[in-house]
């Protein structure tokens, strides 16, 4: 028998970790012995001391504060857990060797029940996503019991389990800390970097198996369902803002993928690019994944707190292994979701969500989160259902996407997205004569679509930077400014940004200095031009729509609650001074353009939007014809 199993088997209640990452490689598991330890950053959690240079980690949700965002702080540590020693042993010797003990659980039960999470629910849509504050949000809640007579050898029992049933999870993983444990089995890839290449793994929409299995015909209808298709692209948008950031000339996305669990099966993309960040850097960028808090996520993570108040402890944290030796650092991580916290009383707590956007149903939502805990509520009780009603497929499921109807349904869907965000970053790079070497201000209103226009811009030959708003902006030196997007309502005297735009905007109409405005600011630009501004019913958060430019169709991405309708006699007035307005039946404004000045309501930026570099050029091109100067009060035209 394998050393370290056999010690483990022994002592049980001992710091040790279980981990298999089928990934990268599918026959054996990972042992480690630990050491706990404990911090309160992230870069002193990453840093190793001479001996001990790969660590275990476990970050609490609380950990988004180092980022400046809103959490209800509920004193979780981040747990460092230095290896000191590891070996591995295959999949099926693992499974023989391990305890196979009954498990007695009893007081199961939501900390909200279905009522009271229906009516979280409600709530977030009509005052949240109704009122502009973001796109989607995440919204969880907590099944909570209590194994009997709970030891720590039952950790090994149900991590048997969970290793025959869930070998298609991204980390099938069990931790012991010796003060408490966690045991997951999370589909989802946070971040990793191997090889000076970071990769995130953006993964949303939700088919729970019939109770026959998987059918075709549902399966079809899932993946034609826009509301499961929008929940993805939005966050593949959150994500590519994480890696454009990260990730010098941003990231490329694969081919749309399913992702098959035991119980579920779910849509994902997998985002890849080159970076020259360190490991504690990647870790607290991409921290805390859109997938479990929402878009945008500053915005989300402030919706969240107040609707959250007990506070998430390590659920939509990162479970993390990182190697600090010299000649190889990497960084593999998974979301910590699917993972339940277990005490050494033997309380048992698995925190579970479900993505809230504008057309939720409130009673499906919770039948998703459902769903979602079902796996680890399968293994506590030996594979039955009882007080969760879940249904689960008798027979292993077959690859789904081999079924050629499947296959032909995913290409289909990877056809309607942006054609700059499919292609390797090295072969979109073309750098346009009049985009070359032109200086770039893109102006941040909490919002980081700013870093995949910083990327758009690169890739055609300009010299971009971001740079939050604020009233006193110095644009002179820049030959274009981009008044970036943000979440909120452009008529809010009270918010800070939404004034420092408009003051911003006024300066550079009255210096002449060409600028793009794009959604928030193209709102709040229309209203320095005298165009109503209304609340739209339902919002455009995260849809893709088919619009006229003039007498081209382009398929583009809104975010946006409000919009700008077109009021005749001030649209005839300011055409005759050289502006140009485009709009739909409905009048609502989707573009604006000008000699000095442009603006679109959509996101031409997004992965939503499949010709977004080329709107781009469309609209800017003459903007960049006008020459600035830091010595001039305004520009000129060359």
């Known amino acids: 028998m394998n050393n370290l199993l056999s010690s483990i088997l022994s002592f049980p209640e001992q710091p040790f970790a279980l981990l ?21 950053t992230i870069e002193h959690a990453v840093s190793s001391d001479s001996l001990n240079r790969e660590k275990l980690l476990l970050l609490p949700f609380r950990q988004v504060i180092e980022r400046g965002y809103s959490a209800v702080d509920d004193g979780m540590p981040i747990l460092s857990l230095p ?21 007695s659980v009893n007081n199961v039960h939501f900390n909200l029940d279905d009522e009271q999470f229906c009516h979280r629910v409600t709530h977030l849509i009509e005052n949240e996503i109704g009122q502009g504050a973001g796109s989607n949000f995440v919204l969880h809640r907590k099944l909570r019991a209590t194994i009997s007579e709970y030891e720590p050898a039952h950790l090994l029992s149900l991590y048997r389990r969970l290793l025959k049933t869930e070998s298609s999870a991204y980390w099938v993983f069990l931790i012991n800390t010796g003060e408490q444990a966690f045991i997951g089995v999370s589909p989802e890839l946070h971040a990793s970097l191997h090889d000076g290449e970071v990769s995130m793994n953006p993964i949303s929409g939700t088919y729970p198996y019939p109770a026959a299995g998987p ?17 993805l692209f939005m966050v593949v948008d959150e994500e590519l803002k994480v890696m454009s950031q990260l990730c010098e000339k941003g990231a490329q996305v694969s081919e749309l993928k399913l992702k098959q669990l035991s119980h579920v099966v779910h849509t994902e993309y997998v985002l890849r690019g080159k970076s020259h960040a360190g490991i504690a850097d990647i870790l607290r960028e991409t921290f805390p994944a859109p997938t479990v808090i929402g878009s945008p996520i500053q915005s989300a993570c402030d919706v969240i707190t107040r609707y959250e108040p007990e506070g998430r402890r390590y659920y939509s944290g990162v479970v993390a292994l990182v190697d600090n030796s010299s000649n190889q650092i990497s960084l593999d991580s998974a979301i910590a979701i ?8 033997g309380h048992v707590e698995i925190g579970v969500g479900a993505t809230i956007v504008r057309d939720s149903n409130p009673v499906n939502e919770a039948n998703e989160t459902r769903s979602k805990v079902q796996s680890l509520y399968s293994a506590m009780l030996q594979e039955t259902n009882l007080p969760l009603n879940v ?8 690859n789904l996407s081999d079924i050629p109807a499947v296959h032909d349904a995913l290409i289909n869907r990877s056809s309607r997205v942006s054609h700059f ?42 010299i971009a930077s971001v740079e939050k708003v604020h009233s006193d902006v110095d644009f002179k030196f820049y030959d274009l400014v981009v008044a970036g997007p943000g979440p909120g309502n452009p008529l809010d005297e009270n918010d800070m940004r939404v004034k420092a735009m408009r003051s911003v905007i006024k300066r550079m109409i009255a210096a002449e200095h060409p600028f793009f405005a794009v959604c928030l600011s193209h709102q709040i630009l229309s209203t320095l031009l005298g165009l109503p501004i209304v609340r739209l019913s339902p919002p455009n958060q995260g849809i893709q729509k088919v619009i006229w430019l003039g007498n081209r169709q382009e398929r583009v991405g809104f975010y946006n609650t409000f919009c700008v309708k077109a009021d005749e006699q001030t649209v005839s007035k300011l055409h005759k001074e050289g502006v140009t307005f485009y709009f739909d039946d409905d009048q609502q404004v989707h573009a604006i353009r000008s000699a000095k000045f442009s603006s679109v309501q959509f996101h031409l930026e997004s992965f939503l939007t499949i010709d977004g570099p080329e709107i781009l050029d469309r609209f800017v091109k003459p903007l960049l014809q006008t020459q600035c100067s830091g010595n001039r009060e305004k520009c000129i035209t060359v």
């Open 338 to 345: 699917r993972t339940a916290e277990i005490t050494p009383h």
């Open 83 to 103: 290896v000191i020693a590891r070996q591995q042993v295959s999949v099926s010797s693992l499974i023989e060797q391990l305890p196979e003990r009954p498990l």
């Open 391 to 398: 249904n689960v497929p008798k027979d292993k499921v077959e």
């Open 215 to 231: 059918t075709v015909e549902s399966l079809l209808t899932f993946l034609s369902c826009q509301k499961e298709t929008n929940e």
């Open 20 to 40: 298999y990452r089928p990934t990268f490689n599918s026959e054996v598991v990972e042992i480690f012995q630990l050491r706990l330890e404990k911090a309160h």
């Open 421 to 462: 965000w499919l292609t390797a970053p090295d072969e979109r790079m073309r750098c346009l004569p009049h985009f070359e070497g032109k200086r770039v201000l893109i102006l941040d209103g909490n919002d980081s679509f700013t870093s995949m226009f910083k990327t758009l811009f690169v890739s055609l030959g300009a």
